[in-house]
């Protein structure tokens, strides 16, 4: 058998979520968050590493210009119905691979752990909802969720795009066009997909990653002329994307921004995966925006500061917003995650908030 058929059989049969092959290592797999070795493999060399790259590649030679000129390639892969999402670069002029491995079958949103109130902000005819995280927090999963979601249970026609695809989704009650960005495929830059589905009369745009301010701005106007746009962006925390968003713009245009996103944004989520110290399984750790009065004064004011905004989630509960110390406590209270790995993730002067928000929990659970 080819020695990458063999590697990704045997990932597939451990339930690994990625692949990394390197030069002089054994192919190494991350399951649970954890590296493991395939020790009945021999190290890689780079003869080896070649093949695999001509196995991922197939001659394309748009593809192998891509990775010659700019020395990475964002590519995908099927293997016996299995989906791949492969980048490939270089460490000391060899080739070096990371290949997630996409599940052919989506869990239920239910089974993600992401709050209902995110659902219910997806079925509003317009607005703006951001899904964001760290890489390898689930934001792919939790997009493609709500998708199959909206697919399952609204009359919609939705347009996504995406680099690379990785869920391939059928049209079940909505129709579903899915345009995979990137040279010579269907779209070549995010900013284009977005400008371009004005025309394409769909009634929601899925935005794969909002990188920079054109593609920021082309959502806007998409939001504006009375879509919903749900995007993504590589940020921490809900409050650290208000930032992020200003920031794309110059100082003297931030005031018209901070306007525009305080009306027209609805809903961030900001997800976490941690691995718990007691079950080893991952978990989702959510915070959630929702965009009422309170939050979208704090957007407008002049100085914007990310500490009010982390306040007014904590305190705004009643309308479905939902603090990060209050997902970290609670997930300790239910016996999910150690106390050492909640405190890990919150700053130190919130230690006291974080105590007593557990007390609190563990009150109503005692009632």
């Known amino acids: 058998m080819i020695l990458i058929e063999s590697i990704i059989k045997e990932a597939i049969k451990k339930d690994a979520s990625d692949i990394h092959l390197i030069n002089g290592l054994k192919p190494v797999l991350r399951i649970a968050r954890s590296l493991v070795e395939l020790k009945d493999f021999e190290p890689l060399d780079e003869s080896s590493l070649y093949d695999i790259y001509d196995y991922i590649v197939k001659g394309n030679v748009g593809k192998n210009e891509e990775y010659i000129n700019k020395r990475r390639l964002d590519t995908s892969l099927e293997f016996e119905n299995v989906r791949l999402r492969i980048n490939c670069s270089y460490s000391n002029d060899s080739p070096v691979f990371t290949m997630r491995i996409v599940k052919d079958v989506l869990p239920s949103f239910e089974t993600l752990g992401v709050p209902e109130i995110v659902r219910t902000m997806t079925h509003q005819p317009q607005g703006l909802i951001l899904v964001t995280g760290k890489t390898n927090s689930g934001k792919t999963t939790t997009l493609n969720s709500l998708i199959d979601d909206i697919n399952q249970n609204l009359n919609k026609k939705i347009l996504t795009l995406e680099n690379p695809m990785e869920y391939r989704h059928k049209s079940k009650k909505s129709i579903i066009i899915q345009k995979e960005v990137g040279s010579g495929k269907d779209v070549d830059t995010f900013i284009d ?16 990653e909002i990188r920079d301010k054109e593609t920021m701005e082309a959502a806007i106007d998409m939001v504006e002329s009375g879509h919903l746009v749900i995007g993504t962006l590589h940020t921490r925390s809900c409050a650290e994307t208000i930032d992020r968003i200003i920031n794309f713009y ?39 925006m929702v965009v009422d009065n309170i939050i979208a004064a704090c957007i407008r004011k002049d100085k914007f500061n990310i500490s009010e905004i982390e306040d007014a989630i904590q305190g705004n509960s009643d309308k479905g917003s939902i603090g990060l110390i209050n997902s970290l406590a609670n997930l300790y209270v239910e016996g999910k995650l150690s106390l050492e790995q909640i405190k890990a993730q919150v700053e130190e002067k919130n230690y006291e908030t974080l105590n007593r928000t557990i007390m609190q929990l563990n009150l109503k659970r005692k009632r």
Not at 253 to 272: A, P
Not at 280 to 287: A, C, D, N, R, Y
């Open 250 to 288: 110059e100082v003297r245009d931030q005031t018209s921004i901070k306007n525009l996103i305080s009306t027209l944004l609805k809903l961030v989520v900001s997800q976490r995966l941690l691995k718990s110290q007691m079950t080893g399984e991952l978990i989702l750790v959510p915070e959630v």
């Open 193 to 208: 997909g977005v400008k371009n589905s004005l025309r394409e009369d769909c009634d929601i745009l899925v935005i794969g």
